[in-house]
């Protein structure tokens, strides 16, 4: 089935610093979505984009939807120790599915 | 407030109970997924319900069997389950499940068969 290639696969960082992920993909998405998960809990929408080439912001949080439709990267700017968790990618291809494709997650450890 | 949530938080079961997952949004969402997810990989699709209808069957074994009693809620039953089946599991809601659209997930029920 399709896949989405998401990197990396994990970060430490320090405090303070900035982190940049990507996902991409063979195939064309209509939407793009960004989730963070924490430890036993369910992923919580962060960003979503609905138009290539499109930019969006949330405090900290950008994320952009590829030109190509095929790929899209998440950016967190000044990170802080509350950022840590597992971040995931996920697209909707254009079938009129609900379905999304997930990526496999970058796992951010912020050292304070 | 786009809050789904679901009962119960844990599960303990054993191979031969049977017991059900609950999930309900008020959101007015028409469409409602079921996810498994293992420890540290993405979450999996297993159901989709749009305007209380199944919409797609991702090929789940008939020991966990799909309740939607309104556009309100979501049932699992969980029936003979396998160690194996020990997860993670995420309802999530959606405006109506034809796409381009945000999926909301739940805290999820932490399921463990023994």
């Known amino acids: 089935g399709q896949q989405l290639n998401q990197s990396p696969q994990s970060m430490f960082i320090q405090e303070g610093e900035d982190v940049s992920m990507n996902c991409t993909s063979s195939s064309i998405f209509n939407t793009w979505l960004w989730y963070k998960q924490d430890p036993g809990e369910g992923p919580v929408l962060l960003i979503a984009?609905?138009?290539?080439?499109e930019l969006t912001s949330n405090g900290r949080l950008t994320a952009q939807f590829g030109i190509t439709r095929k790929d899209s990267f998440l950016n967190i700017s000044a990170s802080i120790p509350s950022d840590v968790g597992i971040y995931f990618c996920?697209?909707?291809?254009?079938?009129?599915?609900?379905?999304?494709?997930f990526g496999q997650g970058t796992t951010l450890q912020v050292k304070p | 407030d786009t809050e789904v949530t679901q009962t119960p938080k844990h599960l303990v079961m054993g191979m031969t109970n049977k017991k059900s997952l609950k999930c309900e949004q008020h959101m007015g969402h028409r469409a409602m997924y079921w996810y498994k997810q293992k420890a540290k990989k993405p979450p999996e699709l297993m159901f989709v319900?749009?305007?209380?209808?199944?919409?797609i069957n991702e090929s789940v074994p008939s020991r966990f069997s799909p309740e939607c009693p309104n556009s309100s809620l979501l049932n699992l039953h969980l029936h003979a389950l396998q160690p194996e089946d020990s997860a993670l599991y995420l309802c999530?809601?959606?405006?109506?499940?034809?796409?381009?659209?945000?999926?909301?997930f739940g805290s999820g029920t932490q399921l463990s068969v023994l």
């Open positions: 996920a697209g909707q291809l254009p079938s009129n599915t609900g379905k999304l494709i």
């Open positions: 984009l609905y138009k290539a080439g």
């Open positions: 999530a809601s959606s405006q109506t499940g034809t796409g381009n659209e945000k999926l909301f």
């Open positions: 319900y749009s305007y209380e209808k199944l919409s």
